[in-house]
């Protein structure tokens, strides 16, 4: 495997000018899902033409699962990272996504995912992705939506159809040049997307059969518990700019997910902390202004009349 550094060699792909995609993956500690992921990329119909993943000092048996399939699939590349001790969520998963990022030449590819290894995707995720992209310029990042297996069924994790999920985000490369990539704080991949808005561009995701994956972890449960996790969802939103009617509405709205009450009301105390402690910030003034607007219109209209009048 190799380390991460930012001198990396260039990478380059032959797959045809308008549909070639690489994959950016950070991982810590993975061995327990990573199996289902990696499989589920090699069954793919349209596999990428590159796939990078950034080993972020895993202490379980991930990196030896990764070096077999590195020794089998010459397209797939491995970065070490040291060990932190800790697993690091948030602006530590945009900053391992980035150490692989570096080490290719953008001009290369025409799409970009950042895909988590806890996930099993259907067989034509990436090539609907593709096809849907290239049909309409004007969608900036998309994907499919996430469901968990609970008591032998599916229940979807209800992320809303105006973002793209950031277990598997999947961009346009141009555009994801264009608003500066991710930033590296919490609620980043909630602020990619209205950014993708503010500049006129569309970020979505489907419910369609073909496009369902399974989250083989539950959202927010990867760092200590899901309180923890949904608490810091409603810091992120308190970053981003998110107000407190549209707050209250967010957390009330999931209020019949698990952990029933519970999530929602940690979300609210997550928010509120930023708020009484006067934390900093997302600094674009004019991305606050245009979020506020946004959530404004969802709350008088419905979330779809806001993205349907953003879109025009």
């Known amino acids: 495997m190799t380390r991460c550094t930012t001198g990396v060699p260039k990478t380059s792909t032959r797959e ?5 995609y690489v994959l950016i993956s950070p991982c810590r500690n993975e061995a327990e899902y990573l199996h ?19 080993d972020d ?4 048996d991930t990196p030896g699962i990764l070096a077999r399939y590195v020794e089998r699939h010459d397209w797939i590349t491995v970065f070490s990272r040291a060990d ?3 697993r690091s969520v948030g602006p530590g998963v945009v900053d391992a996504f980035y150490c692989g990022y570096r080490s290719i030449d953008p001009n290369d590819y025409d799409f970009l995912c950042k895909l988590d290894l806890d996930l099993r995707l259907p067989p034509r995720y990436f090539e609907i992705l593709v096809e849907r992209m290239r049909a309409d ?10 469901y968990l297996r609970e008591n032998g069924r599916l229940v979807c994790e209800r992320h809303g159809d105006d973002t793209s999920l950031g277990m598997t985000k999947f961009y346009r490369m141009s555009c994801f ?15 990619d997307c209205h950014q993708c808005r503010m500049y006129g561009w569309i970020a979505c995701s489907w419910d369609d059969p073909e496009l369902r994956f399974i989250h083989l972890r539950p959202m927010g449960s990867s760092q200590q518990s899901i309180w923890v996790g949904r608490k810091r969802h409603g810091s992120g ?9 549209y707050m209250v509405a967010s957390a009330l709205s999931r209020i019949h997910q698990r952990p029933y009450v519970f999530g929602s009301v940690a979300m609210i105390w997550g928010w509120l902390l930023g708020a009484l402690h006067r934390k900093p910030r997302f600094g674009d003034e004019r991305f606050r202004t245009f979020l506020r607007s946004y959530q404004r219109t969802a709350l008088l209209y ?3 009349r806001a993205m349907a009048t953003v879109n025009r």
């Not at 289902?36 to 069954?43: D, H, I, K, Q």
């Not at 000092?57 to 379980?60: A, E, L, V, Y």
């Open 16 to 20: 045809p000018v308008g549909r070639r």
């Open 36 to 54: 289902a992921t990696l499989e589920s990329v090699l069954a793919q119909t349209h596999r990428p033409s590159k796939w990078i993943i950034i």
């Open 57 to 60: 000092g895993s202490t379980d």
């Open 84 to 86: 932190r001790g800790h």
């Open 137 to 146: 310029p004007r969608i900036a990042t998309c994907s499919g939506k996430a």
């Open 177 to 191: 040049e264009a608003i500066g990539g991710f930033v590296r704080d919490v609620m980043w991949d909630g602020i």
């Open 237 to 245: 939103q308190y970053f981003m700019g998110t107000g407190p009617v």
């Open 302 to 304: 419905g979330k779809r």
